[in-house]
């Protein structure tokens, strides 16, 4: 149960949580890296979760996932130099995480405890024996720009292109779906979030590059396939929302989505015999 003592720390630093800019953003990318594994385990089982940020009533707050399950997994990201445990002004960050632990013991919940922290020499890998049992500490790299993240971070990169569309992939090609996922999860209230809605407000935005699993799979027109196919040398294959194509396997290439209609109406008004006049039409 909250005190009163409580519910004035809770608050404040809820109000400190919303005005520390880096810190924001640090929690904002690490966000979207975990919607980025969800949707790819969204993709393949269809089980939704809900999400929110900056969390009022608990003491680690800055993430929260909710599962069909009922199953509750709670983040604090720190973007500060030499964590530990005892970090902290009014209250430690141990404080924090055994608190959090008491309050879903008494409401009976399943739950996880999380600490994702920047700096990579912090003193956080050895946790308190007091929330050993629920608690994991996991480091996640900080930088100012999402196209530098992809490059440095492994596991940032491979979240992303796991929900890409395209079959071979640049890192510009995965910072605009970054990018997506970053204004899309900025524009939502970040409070009680279902990631069918993520997946709802992608898929209405009309920009080039934007290619998920999830995107309506191309469809070609029969006419269409019928004259490609007649090309010697070209072959071709959908992946997802991308047109890909090659040809005498030496060359390859790509059409995304928003290009592909237009392709393929220019296919059927000039019918193209051979490689030379499929590749003026691209």
Not at 181 to 201: E, F, H, M, R
Request: glycine share 4%.
């Amino acid at each position: 149960m909250l005190t009163p003592e409580d519910r004035t720390y809770l608050a404040n630093k809820h109000r400190g949580g919303i005005n520390n800019f880096e810190g924001n953003f640090y929690e904002n990318l690490y966000a979207i890296y975990k919607i980025a594994l969800l949707l790819k385990l969204y993709s393949e089982n269809q089980d939704d979760v809900i999400l929110s940020s900056q969390i009022k009533e608990a003491f680690v707050d800055d993430l929260l996932i909710s599962y069909s399950s009922g199953k509750l997994d709670f983040y604090q990201l720190k973007n500060v130099k030499s964590l530990t445990w005892s970090s902290g002004s009014s209250h430690t960050l141990q404080y924090d995480f055994e608190r959090q632990k008491e309050l879903m013991k008494e409401a009976e919940k399943r739950f996880s405890l999380f600490l994702i922290y920047s700096d990579k020499s912090s003193n956080v890998t050895s946790i308190p024996n007091t929330i050993s049992d629920c608690t994991q500490a996991n480091h996640f790299p900080y930088f100012q720009d999402l196209n530098r993240l992809l490059m440095e971070s492994i596991e940032f990169k491979k979240a992303i292109a796991a929900i890409s569309a395209y079959q071979s992939f640049q890192t510009d090609q995965l910072c605009v779906l970054a990018t997506i996922l970053l204004g899309v999860w900025y524009s939502l209230a970040q409070d009680n979030v279902p990631l069918t809605c993520i997946i709802q407000k992608i898929k209405k935005l009309p920009l080039a590059g934007n290619n998920f699993i999830f995107d309506e799979t191309l469809q070609i027109d029969e006419e269409v396939k019928s004259i490609l196919d007649e090309i010697p040398d070209f072959s071709y294959v959908v992946a997802g929302t991308i047109f890909c194509w090659s040809y005498k396997k030496r060359m390859k290439g790509e059409i995304q989505k928003t290009f592909y209609s237009n392709f393929e109406r220019e296919v059927l008004v000039n019918k193209p015999t051979n490689f030379s006049e499929l590749e003026l039409l691209m």
